[in-house]
Nanobody, 118 residues
Framework: QVQLVESGGGLVKPGGPLRLPCAAP????????MRWYRQAPGKEREVVAG???????NFADSAKSRFTISKDNIKNTESLQMNSLKVEDTAVYYC????????????WGQGTQDTVSS
């Protein structure tokens, strides 16, 4: 059973950093694409960043140059580092994993609230 557990959410001031770890004990990273999504109040859930088995990364335009995504194959964690945060980054952030093999099953974490406010 795959479980994704996010942490690191909270309140941060504009311009500040925040790191969101995602623990993924049931996952072998070479078999999964990992992503972060977010959902702001009243808005659709949107993809923020992704990392492939070969560690190539991609980002939403809103996240480019401010966010990085990385993974630790030994600790089985994946992290989203957010810098220069803006008020509009306020959202619930979700860790996501999609199996690249047969069935292409996808898994979601429970979400973590990040609030950017002065």
């Amino acid at each position: 059973q795959v479980q994704l557990v996010e942490s690191g959410g909270g309140l941060v001031k504009p311009g500040g950093p925040l790191r969101l770890p995602c623990a993924a004990p049931g996952i072998v990273f070479r078999d999964y694409t990992m992503r972060w999504y977010r959902q702001a109040p009243g808005k659709e859930r949107e993809v923020v960043a992704g990392i492939s088995p070969d560690s190539s990364t991609n980002f939403a335009d809103s996240a480019k140059s401010r966010f990085t995504i990385s993974k630790d194959n030994i600790k089985n964690t994946e992290s989203l580092q957010m810098n220069s945060l803006k008020v509009e980054d306020t959202a619930v952030y979700y860790c996501y994993a999609r199996y690249l093999g047969y069935g292409a099953l996808a898994y979601w974490g429970q979400g973590t609230q990040d609030t950017v406010s002065s």
